[in-house]
């Protein structure tokens, strides 16, 4: 297992964090050839979190290595996560649950039925160990008491999306990655990263980062969900738990207020709302699927990916470098390869660090 970039710059952290090796990192960054052409910019770029794990990508694999690594270091014996029928962050968790032999139980509630919804709903089924449903979200919340009530505390209750002071690291580590990578020549310094926005672990993670490394690029969030829940104040909240928590355990002592002078995003282009998709959500996905062979779903990457195309058209220089942040699985799952995990739990190749 290489040695975390963060962990390098800061030996303090991995003393004192739980953090358990899933992912396949550093994650590639290509270029977008033929979208650069296509659109007539120079430099738009791709970093490939959609492949950030052998048998799941995507962007809560970074998350779940700080999660989990509490997990196991508490001593807890089972998982209950939460979200809508299509939750890919539900499907991560179930996934690497098996890998480190901990079940995840499962608290959902139903949505639009899109095509990507209703194939994630059935692996959300096949994956966990026992799954509930309800109408709304007030639901999940008497759900998720009620099993807490019942489980006697054996229960870890995943945070929101896998959003948390704790596995917040996963992005600042991300973006030491990406900066050791425009060291190395791998890719021009971007001037500007779109990504999508949920729960906002992952964007706060990336700002935290370019604050501390003193990054001349602009992030800009696409928000994905609906507003209530990546308002400004929401987010400023976020930042000050995360920043508190970096420098309580890293010594460092970086202003919140720097991060948040740093918080752009963009509510343009959610649509009706979560899940469902948008015109220019979809024409996006066909357009980079044509183009690079990439695909991108139309609750998430495909509504960041319209907006980031907008900006290009719209405002952005000509000559500027773009890329795109991924946040996508890109691994192709089956009910066979649940099976493998159900029965093969002997052969776990992870690596376990804990302080």
């Avoid at 008497?142 to 870890?156: A, C, D, E, F, Q």
């Avoid at 929101?160 to 021009?188: H, R, T």
Wanted: aromatic content about 12%; hydrophobic content about 40%.
């Amino acid at each position: 297992m290489n040695m975390l970039p963060l962990f390098e710059y800061y030996p303090s952290i991995q003393s004192h964090v739980p953090y358990i090796s899933l992912g396949s990192f550093p994650t590639p960054v290509i270029r977008l050839d033929n979208l650069s052409k296509y659109l007539s910019v120079p430099s738009i770029w791709m970093k490939r979190d959609d492949i950030s794990g052998v048998i799941y990508g995507g962007n809560k694999v970074r998350k779940l290595e700080f999660v989990f690594g509490k997990v196991i270091d508490r001593g807890y014996k089972k998982i209950l996560a939460y979200g809508s029928i299509g939750s890919n962050f539900t499907i991560a968790c179930c996934m690497y649950g098996k890998e480190i032999n901990i079940p995840v139980d499962l608290v959902l509630y139903k949505t639009s039925l899109t095509d990507s919804v209703i194939h994630n709903y059935k692996l959300n089924q096949r994956l966990s160990g026992s799954m509930s449903i309800y109408s709304s979200i007030s639901g999940v919340v008497y759900g998720i008491l009620k099993r807490m009530v019942s489980s006697l505390n054996t229960y870890y209750l995943m945070p929101p999306g896998g959003s948390s002071p704790q596995s917040a690291l996963g992005y600042i580590n991300a973006m030491f990655e990406l900066y050791d990578q425009i060291k190395n020549g791998e890719i021009p310094m971007p001037d500007y990263i779109f990504l999508p926005v949920g729960t906002g672990g992952t964007l706060i993670g990336l700002l935290i980062g370019k604050v501390i490394l003193k990054i001349p690029v602009k992030i800009i969030g696409i928000s994905v969900v609906d507003k209530i829940l990546t308002s400004q104040t929401i987010l400023k909240i976020q930042i000050y738990r995360v920043v508190r928590y970096f420098n309580r355990i890293s010594g460092y002592n970086l202003s919140s207020d720097k991060v948040i002078k740093e918080l752009n995003i963009d509510y343009n282009f959610l649509g009706r709302g979560y899940t469902y998709p948008t015109e220019s959500g979809v024409n996006a996905i066909d357009l980079l699927k044509t183009h690079e062979g990439i695909s991108l779903d139309t609750s998430y990457t495909g509504k960041a990916m319209a907006g980031m195309l907008y900006y290009i058209q719209s405002s952005i220089k000509p000559d500027s470098n773009v890329l795109f942040w991924n946040t996508l699985n890109s691994r192709i799952i089956t009910f066979l390869i649940s099976i493998i995990f159900l029965f093969n739990k002997e052969n776990n190749h992870l690596n376990l660090i804990i302080s």
